[in-house]
């Protein structure tokens, strides 16, 4: 049983890393400024951004879960 929870508690760990690495970052200073002009110009993916953003949300729900479920055994 603890085996198959860190089998579950890796392969949510790995898929929360990706999910955070792959969401764009919040741009600042002078790249931000030109990279907002274009932005404004040629538009914005907004939905890849929340879709990524509601499973990262999932996927560390499901991560503390399995944790705190971890630790009480």
């Known amino acids: 049983m603890k085996t198959v929870l860190l089998v579950f508690q890796v392969i949510f760990s790995l898929g929360l890393i990706a999910t955070v690495l792959l969401q764009s970052g ?3 200073g002078l790249s931000g400024s030109i ?12 939905g ?3 879709l990524l953003a509601r499973i990262s949300a999932v996927l560390a729900f499901g991560f503390l879960a399995l944790t705190l479920t971890l630790s009480l055994i």
Do not use: I, M, V
């Not at 274009?38 to 914005?44: C, D």
């Open 26 to 28: 919040k741009s600042a």
């Open 35 to 46: 990279a907002g002009g274009a932005e404004t110009l040629f538009g914005k993916k907004k």
């Open 48 to 50: 890849l951004d929340t």
